[in-house]
């Protein structure tokens, strides 16, 4: 098993991609924390996990807010004894035009992906660094950390941030042994993008088809959507990747959508 003896913290992890990395990682040997601000779907999936008999933590969790990230972060800690891998993948979508994008609605996108990132890697990083091992840290990212779309103004600003988050930490870790890498998919299948299809059909004066497939899968070399288990295979990769030589990397994962 490819993450025996390790434990993960895996962010957003009550739905969609997170959810698909938790169990696949809990499968690979690790013990899970799933953190989510949703606590019914985090208990499912923690439920889940235990009754394959793996070993899974709930932990209800705002990413945006410090006190409850280091709760969070602290109740992992206390339950398996260390992190060896976070994953922050919490995330939201929401589209306008940038000229009618409310300032609460920018704050709320970029502090989900950009504080989130910051507050779980700051109460994790201290724990890695401590126990000897170092840990891999990934990000879930987004072909928008590469590249722009129309209406997504606060989602590709904060997507690309995350790049240059990543790349501090690979500095600063490698000391430590701890690793930072960024995943950016493509169109998942997932609740998040589900809710787009109808509001982007309403602001573009298309339909649901049309932009499904002339806009959400227009660039990829398939018209296929990139799945939960595409992307859980490169977070496998990295949290089990058995060096430095990938750190700092992030890699597209989206049926060649957007190729670099
Ligand atoms: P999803 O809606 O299925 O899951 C997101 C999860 O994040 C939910 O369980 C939600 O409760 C949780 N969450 C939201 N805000 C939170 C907060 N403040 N604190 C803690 N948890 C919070 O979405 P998904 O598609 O699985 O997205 C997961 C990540 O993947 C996001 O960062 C998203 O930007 C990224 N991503 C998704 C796609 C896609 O096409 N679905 C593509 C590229 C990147």
Not at 13 to 33: D, K, P, T, Y
Not at 37 to 57: H, K, M, N, S, V
Not at 171 to 182: I, L
Request: net charge negative; with cysteine; proline share 3%.
């Amino acid at each position: 098993m490819k993450l025996q003896g390790k434990t993960a913290i895996v962010t957003g992890a009550a739905s969609g991609i997170g959810r698909h990395i938790a169990l696949a990682f809990a499968r690979e040997g690790a013990r899970v924390a799933i953190a989510d601000l949703d606590r019914t779907a985090a208990d499912a999936a923690a439920t889940e996990i235990e009754a394959a008999g793996g070993q899974a933590l709930s932990v209800t969790m705002d990413v945006t807010a410090e006190r409850a990230v280091n709760d969070g972060i602290d109740a992992c800690i206390a339950a398996f004894g260390g992190v060896d891998i976070l994953v922050s993948n919490a995330g939201l979508q929401i589209v306008h035009p940038l000229e009618e994008f409310s300032f609460e609605e920018w704050k709320r996108l970029t502090s989900i992906h950009l504080d989130g990132a910051f507050l779980t890697t700051k109460a994790c990083l201290p724990h890695m660094y401590r126990s000897g091992r170092g840990g891999s840290i990934i990000y879930m990212g987004s072909v928008h950390s590469k590249e722009a779309s129309v209406l997504k103004a606060p989602y590709v600003t904060a997507k690309h941030g995350l790049i240059g988050l990543a790349k501090v930490v690979a500095k600063e870790g490698a000391q430590h042994g701890v690793r930072a890498n960024v995943i950016c998919p493509g169109f998942v299948r997932t609740p998040l993008v589900d809710r787009q299809i109808p509001e982007q059909a309403r602001l573009l004066g298309l339909s649901e088809q049309t932009v499904i497939r002339d806009i959400m899968l227009k660039e990829t070399i398939d018209g296929q959507f990139t799945t939960v288990e595409d992307v859980t295979e490169v977070a496998m990769l990295f949290a089990s990747f058995p060096t430095n030589a990938l750190t700092g990397q992030s890699l597209i994962v989206s049926h060649g959508w957007h190729m670099q």
